[in-house]
């Protein structure tokens, strides 16, 4: 039996952008396609407890892999 470490989730547009070298901005802008394929999910995190987006390293990539499949840029 292997033993695979959890997965962190990212914290912040700022860090799933830094994932593909892109800017904030333009993860932003690609919110809407993330939310409808379950890549993102929303968070409350901190006092006062704030709405943070999060994301998980495998999802994000296996979305971006299937971009990839149908030449279609980040």
Not at 37 to 47: A, D, E, K
Request: with cysteine; hydrophobic share 40%.
């Amino acid at each position: 039996m292997s033993f695979e470490p959890e997965e962190c989730a990212l914290i912040g547009w700022k860090a799933i952008a830094s994932l593909f070298n892109v800017s904030e901005r333009k993860m932003r802008y690609k919110k809407q396609e993330l939310c409808e394929s379950g890549v993102i999910f929303y968070m409350r995190v901190g006092r006062p407890p704030k709405r943070r987006v999060c994301a998980f390293p495998s999802r994000l990539k296996a979305w971006s892999g299937l971009k990839s499949k149908y030449h279609e840029v980040i």
